[in-house]
């Protein structure tokens, strides 16, 4: 049985939910945060889905199999290491280029960043497998 | 710095390979193996270079900390056995795809072999011991998925898991002797390690590091008596035969001896482990590939047969045997390579390997029975091909042994007469004689299952007719493996009249006799009945059973399948292992308490207990869940109000996702109630109580000590100007921790998988071990 209050809170809930775990993803070098709570947000706000809409639905809104996610999160982590090593420093050094900003000052962009992206979608993709799992028993 | 692109290329490919086969199907083969053997003709190319200016090095740090580089070398003998990889892999990648057809793994199995061929090339160029030693677990890897291709049959899945046991074990073998060679040494890198030999030799652990190194290199080059998972390993598709089982995978153990020998030979023990191996393990390989009549295992007991020569030749150490070892390894990938892709186009072509059923196929098959014929002369060891000119060189070794000449030179007739009869039963039977009838018509195989041997075969006719072109090539290669000697190689297909063409002719005309005698029993034979009880391969069967008993009796033990009881294990192991040193160092507890709470925190502190006491005493499950609820979010709570905002967030959002789980398989839990006796109530409330206490006594005592560590200090201050950040916790995680998170996220990931394997069992009504 569906509640069709926690279908349409869930509607405008899970976006708002994703787009705070990506927040929180990018802030995280600087402000509390991080691809780890970034990716178990973002899992909650497929386990919404799966709670509300069912398991078929909330499959269908990740698009990938929770499988593919954990892979491609190690390969991610994986490859933020190997422009230090492509300049020569050991595996993993962290890199940084001064992204110029149109407004005014600049933004640090790094390797940490995508190091980060990689542990979010690795969260992500292990919460979700299992949570898929389980609403499918 | 071209040297890491060389492995890097491969790699990309491997990734890409499923791709391109979703995309073009029939065209995969030609269109993959078009880069590999444009990195072929790279390699190649080098060559001269190499001859003229020595080695090429080239140096990354990978994990400076710990000795680890990706540093490489390109010297003789890796540019040999480069080329032999990257070209017999460009040749294999079209056969393969005629192979398979369109089979619906193609991709996958793409991706496999590619990443095979870029972690040989990277174990054959690493100047590293500990990144040998990856690239070798790789190859030991690939060489699993590729064995198990076929994953729907037993046999193939059981002949992979014994590749792998096999070869991985030994691996870890290998590891610890390059962990010991390494603390030796003082560096883990070849070109520094070289210098050291003499300390090396002389130094109390060489014994063991030369035990540790043989059990690895012996594990992956099939010398008896770990030599039983190399036939098993038959249950690959042919064309991973033909290029790992045949070609390259195999001789890394060789490579290996052959690369450390500078470090290690030229001792009486070198000698004495080495040269008996290598002469049982020929003698009994090729010996045992007369019995069978599955043309795979005739073609796999022989290569095990040569990869024993190979261990002999590297035991005798001299100049000669060196130069031996490198022409018969390079004949050899040539001949056996193309006789393994000869049996796959026949099989694909009649549908049996069984050589009592084929006959007269070179009148449908001319081009492929060409190919098998020069191959089987390079084997036999007939001129003009290659096969004559390595097995010259071979009875030269044997000849000037520097000990047991006499002897030595009469076990490597015996097994070049036997790997003759071998040849002719392999190559030439089924070409010739009445034509059989198998189940179909056969006809010539298309052009990616003929090419392949072809080239190979007369590759091996070519280099046999002009061997000077080999000569610069073989000198450098012997002279990466024996660097303060001497170094003269003359190849010809006539050195004159001398001992070793006496004794060519001798195992000619044995090896002719022996073939004709073995023409009249075509059913298969069984070697060593006798011995059946002791082979090897039993003895692998027994262990593995016995392992299996003694994992299922300790998990009947210790795996009741109850969390109370994991709970209880843990918690108060958790609290003996952290308890009993603190008494033993006698540990000051603090004695003045300081605590000042203020009002906020002691509201929380009760709400957290109310919490507790709720969860324990309630009687209705949904009732417990909350209770733990306001606990858990009590505690985050509490983390945001003493400054760790990260932990409250990770800590809110790991509550919320409890509850959904609890919700997804509250209906599957049995009911809520009081199962326990009042005993075993009393008995969990201690261990909690006392777990808690002292946990709470952990904490002030670190609050009160004095604590002399710099790491908080230099983290903290180091963050921005180093990390670029203010969150400390976040840049420890990410920056300077960051292989540690690595390493944690992937277990996360196995750990994820594992869960969903167990669930899936479940739902499947799989059985309960």
């Known amino acids: 049985m569906r509640s069709l209050i926690l279908v349409t809170a869930s509607r405008y809930l899970a976006p708002l939910l994703l787009a705070a775990s990506v927040w929180i993803l990018l802030r995280g070098h600087n402000e509390p945060g991080g691809g780890f709570a970034g990716g178990l947000l973002a899992s909650a706000a497929f386990a919404l889905k799966v709670v509300s809409n069912g398991v078929a639905a909330a499959r269908r809104a990740l698009r990938v199999d929770p499988h593919w996610l954990l892979g491609a999160g190690l390969l991610t982590a994986l490859t933020s290491g190997l422009p230090a090593l492509l300049a020569g420093r050991p595996f993993l050094t962290a890199g940084w280029i001064a992204v110029p900003l149109p407004a005014a000052g600049s933004w640090d962009a790094g390797t940490v960043l995508w190091f980060d992206a990689g542990v979010y979608l690795v969260v992500l993709g292990a919460v979700l497998l299992i949570v898929f799992t389980l609403a499918e028993e | 710095?071209?040297?890491?692109?060389?492995?890097?290329?491969?790699?990309?490919?491997?990734?890409?390979?499923?791709?391109?086969?979703?995309?073009?199907?029939?065209?995969?083969?030609?269109?993959?193996?078009?880069?590999?053997?444009?990195?072929?003709?790279?390699?190649?190319?080098?060559?001269?270079?190499?001859?003229?200016?020595?080695?090429?090095?080239?140096?990354?740090?990978?994990?400076?900390?710990?000795?680890?580089?990706?540093?490489?070398?390109?010297?003789?003998?890796?540019?040999?056995?480069?080329?032999l990889i990257t070209g017999i892999g460009a040749?294999?990648?079209?056969?393969?795809?005629?192979?398979?057809?369109?089979?619906?793994?193609?991709?996958?199995?793409?991706?496999?072999?590619?990443?095979?061929?870029?972690?040989?090339?990277?174990?054959?160029?690493?100047?590293?011991?500990?990144?040998?030693?990856?690239f070798w677990e790789l190859t030991s890897i690939s060489s699993y998925l590729l064995i198990g291709f076929d994953q729907e049959r037993e046999a193939a899945r059981r002949a992979a898991l014994q590749a792998l046991l096999v070869t991985a074990g030994g691996g870890l073998a290998l590891l610890a002797g390059f962990v010991l060679l390494g603390q030796i040494g003082g560096s883990f890198e070849l070109s520094a390690l070289f210098p050291q030999a003499a300390t090396v030799r002389g130094h109390s652990f060489y014994?063991?590091?030369?035990?540790?190194?043989?059990?690895?290199?012996?594990?992956?080059?099939?010398?008896?008596?770990?030599?039983?998972?190399?036939?098993?390993?038959?249950?690959?598709?042919?064309?991973?035969?033909?290029?790992?089982?045949?070609?390259?995978?195999?001789?890394?153990?060789?490579?290996?001896?052959?690369?450390?020998?500078?470090?290690?030979?030229?001792?009486?023990?070198?000698?004495?482990?080495?040269?008996?191996?290598?002469?049982?393990?020929?003698?009994?390989?090729?010996?045992?590939?007369?019995?069978?009549?599955?043309?795979?295992?005739?073609?796999?007991?022989?290569?095990?047969?040569?990869?024993?020569?190979?261990?002999?030749?590297?035991?005798?150490?001299?100049?000669?045997?060196?130069?031996?070892?490198?022409?018969?390894?390079?004949?050899?990938?040539?001949?056996?390579?193309?006789?393994?892709?000869?049996?796959?186009?026949?099989?694909?072509?009649?549908?049996?390997?069984?050589?009592?059923?084929?006959?007269?196929?070179?009148?449908?098959?001319?081009?492929?029975?060409?190919?098998?014929?020069?191959?089987?002369?390079?084997?036999?060891?007939?001129?003009?091909?290659?096969?004559?000119?390595?097995?010259?060189?071979?009875?030269?070794?044997?000849?000037?042994?520097?000990?047991?000449a006499v002897v030595l030179t009469k076990l490597l007739v015996v097994t070049a007469v036997a790997l003759f009869a071998v040849a002719g039963a392999a190559g030439v039977r089924p070409f010739f004689g009445p034509p059989q009838a198998p189940g179909r018509q056969p006809h010539e195989a298309p052009v990616g299952l003929w090419l392949g041997p072809v080239i190979l075969a007369f590759g091996g006719l070519l280099f046999g007719l002009i061997p000077g072109r080999l000569e610069q090539a073989v000198e450098t290669a012997v002279r990466a493996v024996a660097p303060d000697r001497s170094v003269q190689v003359r190849l010809s297909l006539y050195h004159g009249l001398n001992?070793?063409?006496?004794?060519?002719?001798?195992?000619?005309?044995?090896?002719?006799?022996?073939?004709?005698?073995?023409?009249?029993?075509?059913g298969p034979i069984e070697p060593w009945p006798a011995l059946a009880r002791l082979a090897p391969a039993r003895a692998y069967e027994s262990a593995l059973l016995a392992l299996n008993r003694l994992a299922s009796w300790q998990t009947q033990r210790l795996q009741s399948g109850y969390l109370r009881s994991y709970l209880l294990i843990i918690v108060t192991a958790a609290l003996g292992l952290s308890a009993v040193p603190m008494v033993m160092h006698r540990v000051v507890l603090p004695l003045s308490l300081d605590l000042n709470p203020r009002w906020h925190e002691l509201l929380l502190g009760t709400v957290i207990l109310a919490g507790i006491v709720t969860?324990?005493?309630?009687?209705?499950?949904?009732?417990?869940?909350?209770?733990?609820?306001?606990?858990?979010?009590?505690?985050?709570?509490?983390?945001?109000?003493?400054?760790?905002?990260?932990?409250?967030?990770?800590?809110?959002?790991?509550?919320?996702?409890?509850?959904?789980?609890?919700?997804?398989?509250?209906?599957?839990?049995?009911?809520?109630?009081?199962?326990?006796?009042?005993?075993?109530?009393?008995?969990?409330?201690?261990?909690?109580?006392?777990?808690?206490?002292f946990m709470a006594l952990l904490v002030l005592i670190v609050n009160s000590t004095e604590s002399d560590s710099r790491l908080a200090a230099y983290f903290l201050e180091q963050a921005r100007p180093l990390g670029r950040g203010c969150n400390v916790v976040n840049v420890i995680l990410t920056d300077f921790r960051a292989l540690d998170t690595l390493g944690e996220i992937t277990v996360l990931a196995v750990a994820a998988v594992g869960v969903y394997g167990l669930i899936r069992l479940r739902l499947h009504g799989g059985r309960r071990a």
Request: positive net charge; aromatic residues 10%; contains cysteine.
């Open chain 2, 207 to 404: 014994g063991p590091i030369l035990g540790l190194i043989l059990l690895g290199a012996f594990t992956k080059s099939a010398q008896f008596p770990f030599h039983f998972w190399l036939p098993a390993a038959m249950e690959a598709p042919t064309p991973v035969s033909a290029y790992l089982h045949a070609a390259t995978m195999v001789k890394a153990g060789v490579y290996l001896l052959a690369r450390l020998s500078p470090l290690l030979a030229d001792t009486q023990a070198w000698f004495w482990s080495l040269t008996p191996a290598g002469a049982i393990t020929m003698l009994v390989g090729a010996i045992t590939a007369l019995c069978k009549t599955d043309l795979k295992q005739i073609l796999a007991y022989s290569t095990v047969s040569v990869l024993g020569i190979l261990t002999f030749l590297a035991g005798l150490g001299t100049v000669t045997a060196l130069e031996a070892l490198a022409v018969y390894l390079l004949a050899h990938s040539l001949y056996k390579g193309a006789l393994f892709l000869v049996a796959g186009a026949i099989d694909h072509e009649t549908g049996t390997r069984d050589t009592s059923q084929l006959g007269g196929l070179r009148h449908s098959m001319p081009l492929t029975a060409a190919a098998g014929l020069i191959a089987a002369l390079s084997m036999a060891g007939l001129p003009p091909v290659l096969g004559f000119i390595s097995k010259e060189t071979l009875y030269e070794a044997g000849l000037r042994a520097p000990q047991h």
């Open chain 2, 615 to 693: 969860a324990v005493r309630t009687t209705s499950r949904l009732t417990a869940v909350a209770s733990l609820g306001v606990v858990g979010l009590g505690i985050a709570l509490l983390f945001a109000w003493l400054g760790a905002p990260d932990l409250a967030m990770t800590q809110l959002a790991v509550e919320t996702l409890t509850v959904i789980l609890l919700v997804l398989v509250l209906y599957h839990l049995p009911d809520f109630s009081r199962l326990t006796p009042a005993r075993g109530r009393r008995r969990d409330a201690t261990v909690a109580l006392a777990a808690g206490g």
């Open chain 2, 1 to 83: 710095m071209n040297l890491l692109i060389v492995l890097l290329i491969p790699f990309g490919l491997a990734a890409a390979a499923p791709g391109v086969c979703h995309l073009t199907n029939r065209l995969t083969g030609w269109l993959l193996a078009a880069p590999v053997a444009a990195l072929t003709v790279l390699v190649a190319a080098w060559g001269p270079d190499v001859w003229r200016e020595g080695p090429r090095l080239s140096h990354l740090p990978w994990a400076p900390s710990i000795g680890l580089s990706l540093s490489f070398r390109l010297d003789g003998l890796s540019w040999l056995f480069a080329l």
């Open chain 2, 499 to 522: 001992p070793a063409l006496m004794l060519s002719a001798l195992s000619v005309a044995a090896g002719f006799f022996l073939y004709r005698l073995h023409a009249r029993y075509p």
């Open chain 2, 91 to 134: 040749l294999v990648t079209v056969y393969a795809g005629a192979y398979l057809g369109a089979h619906p793994r193609l991709g996958r199995f793409y991706a496999s072999l590619l990443f095979f061929l870029a972690s040989m090339l990277g174990l054959v160029l690493a100047d590293n011991l500990l990144l040998l030693f990856v």
